[in-house]
């Protein structure tokens, strides 16, 4: 073999080498990743907070990083900066994550009696939910809507769930 062979030869070898050392070393990432996931939605899940951060942190780029977003969201709503919800809602539009947050904010924003945010977002949840419909039904008693008034008697008579 020529000189220039033998170079061509050792270069393909090394991107072959090379390749084979990246996939290996995204597996292992990979599986490391998806172990931190489980870890941080069992965090979630026990509503430890610290235990979540710590373990959100290592999954900036996983391809669920989205469930990541929402569980962090989630776990402080109640307190929870209306442009980070409202960020995620853009984000994900259309999404079974961005409904969910969205029905969970409006009870919060309906509780807390937050209705200039609660009447922003509440057109647009998808699936009806009572006790967003409950709030919807206060924040129309709230500007002084009086068709709420005969709204309401199907909740006061209805069995409660």
């Excluded at 209306?82 to 409006?106: C, K, S």
């Excluded at 409950?134 to 069995?159: G, H, I, N, T």
Aim: hydrophobic share 50%.
């Amino acid at each position: 073999m020529t000189a220039p062979g033998k170079a061509t030869a050792c270069a393909v070898v090394t991107i072959v080498l090379v390749t084979l050392s990246l996939t290996a070393f995204a597996a292992v990432r990979g599986v490391s990743q998806d172990r931190e996931l489980v870890a941080a939605r069992d965090a979630f899940v026990a509503g430890d907070r610290a235990k979540f951060a710590r373990h959100a942190e290592k999954l900036r780029g996983h391809p669920l990083e989205m469930y990541v977003s929402f569980w962090r969201l989630r776990l402080r709503l109640e307190e929870a900066d209306p442009a980070a919800v409202t960020d995620f809602l853009a984000r994900y539009p259309g999404t079974v994550l961005a409904e969910q947050l969205r029905r969970e904010w409006l009870r919060v924003l309906g509780k807390t009696g937050q209705w200039a945010l609660f009447r922003r977002e509440h057109p647009a949840l998808e699936r009806k939910d009572p006790d967003v419909a409950c709030y919807a039904l206060q924040e129309r008693w709230v500007r002084r809507d009086a068709s709420a008034f005969a709204e309401v008697m199907p909740f006061w008579k209805a069995p409660k769930a």
